[in-house]
C-alpha cells in the first residue's frame, strides 16, 4: 500500500471513531431537551407568561421548531372530589370585525385553544361533564368544557373548524327563534353537521329574554310567569329534542335564574343548567346553577383566569383566602358621586357602575381607566358632556363584595386614583335607576 492511500485510511478511520466518540458521550452526557410536565404550568406567573402567548421555547431555532411538535404528557385520572372543570363560555366570532364582549377575534380563540393543549388541561364533552357529576366516571384533575352561546353563524364557519382540527367536543346552547339559517345565525343543518363531529345541543331558551321582559311577565301575576317558564324552558327543550336528539342541558339567558325557574326547570327534562357566574365547578355545585366564565373577545384577562386553577372563584386565590374586592377599611372615599355608593348594598341585577367626574378639576379625559375586581380593566365609556364614566355590566354579577377603581391624570400629567366597593346580595332591593347626583 503506497504512502497516500495508508494516509486516507488513517484519516478515514479517525473520522468513524471521532463519530462513534461524539455518539456515545451525546449519549451520555447530553439528554433530551426537558418537556415540562403540564402541571407545573400553575406556577407560571401571568405577567410572565400570558395566557394568549404561545409558551417559551428554551433556545434558539432549532428548539423552538422541537417544541412545536411537543405533545402533552397524558394527564391520568383523579378521584372525583379532586376534579375541577372550568366550563368556559363564547358567543360570535370574526376574522376582521371590530372585537367586543360578545364577538372574539378567530385567531385568538385558535391561541386560546392552543393553550388548553400545551398546558395539558383536558377539554371534556358534555356527557363526561354529566357522567362525572354523576359520580358514573372519573376526570383529570383540570379539564375544560367548552359552550358556545345563542347559535351565530360564525360558530360554524370561524369556532367550529378550529375545534374540530383539536379535535376538542364543545356544546351549543341554542335559542329556538334564532336557528333559522337566515342572517347571522346557524342553519339546522350546520348544528347537525357539527353534532356529527363532536358537539352536544343544549338549550338557551325560546326567545333570549332579557331580565327586563321576565319582571315584566311577573307583574302581571303567577299564572302569567309560569306560562313563560314554561314556554321558553319547556318548549325550547322539546324543539331542540325533536330537531337534534335529546337534550337535557339548559343556559340561563344573560344568567338570569329566578326561583320560578328552578321550581320547575328539571320538570322538563334538564338534569344541568349553567349561568355566568364565574369559577371552577366541582362535584358539589348546584346541578341547576352550574358556574361559567363568560369569554368577552375584548378582554383576554378573563380566560386567563378561567384556565387558572389556583383561582377557584374569580377574584378568590385558593391560596391567598381573600375576601374578593375588598378594600382597607380607612380607604378614603371618592372625591365625586358614584354608584354603586361606597358600602352600598345592591341586588344582583344592578346594571351599571358609574362615576359621576363632572367636579374633577382640570381632568384628562383621555386618561380616565376603570378597573372591578375580577374583570380587571373594563370597557367604561366616557361622556365627554357630562364628564360620565359607565361601565354597562354585560352579565349578573354574584360576588358578595366589589371593588372599583378609577385612575386619571390633570392636564399637567399628576396621576390620581379613586376607590370603592360595595356589597352585592341576592335579596336587596332591585334597584332599576342609576342615581344621578
Known sequence: MNPDSLSRMKALLRLILFTICTAVYAQEFDPEPMILDPLTLDIIDEKALPVNQPLPATGGEEEEDYAEEVEPAKVLDVPRDQTRVTVLGYHNFSKTAKVSQMLMRTSEFREQMEYLRRSGITVISMQDFLDWRHGNRTLPARCALITLDDGWKSVYTDAYPILKEYGYPFTLFLYTNYITGMGDSLSPAQVKEMQANGATVGSHSVSHHYPRDWKKTEAQGPEAYAA??????????????????????????????????????????????????????SVTEDPLQIHRYMIFGNDPSIFRRAVDFRITEIGTSSTSGATPGALSSDTPPPPFTVDPQPQQTVNPDFEAITAYMNGVPDLDLSTIRMKVSGFGTV?????????????????????????????????????HKAEWSFNVDPNAPIQTENTTP
Open 379 to 415: 370597557p367604561a365609556k366616557v361622556e365627554e358632556a357630562t364628564r360620565t364614566v359607565q361601565w354597562v355590566l354585560p352579565c349578573r354579577i354574584y360576588m358578595p363584595n366589589i371593588s372599583v377603581h378609577v385612575t386619571w391624570k390633570s392636564n399637567n400629567g399628576k396621576a
Open 228 to 281: 313563560l317558564v314554561d314556554k321558553e324552558l319547556g318548549e325550547s327543550q322539546k324543539k331542540l329534542s325533536k330537531m337534534f336528539g335529546p337534550v337535557n342541558t339548559y343556559c340561563y339567558p344573560g344568567g338570569y335564574i329566578t326561583p320560578g325557574m328552578l321550581e320547575r326547570i328539571a320538570s322538563y327534562g334538564y338534569v344541568a343548567a349553567f349561568d355566568v357566574k364565574p369559577g371552577k365547578v
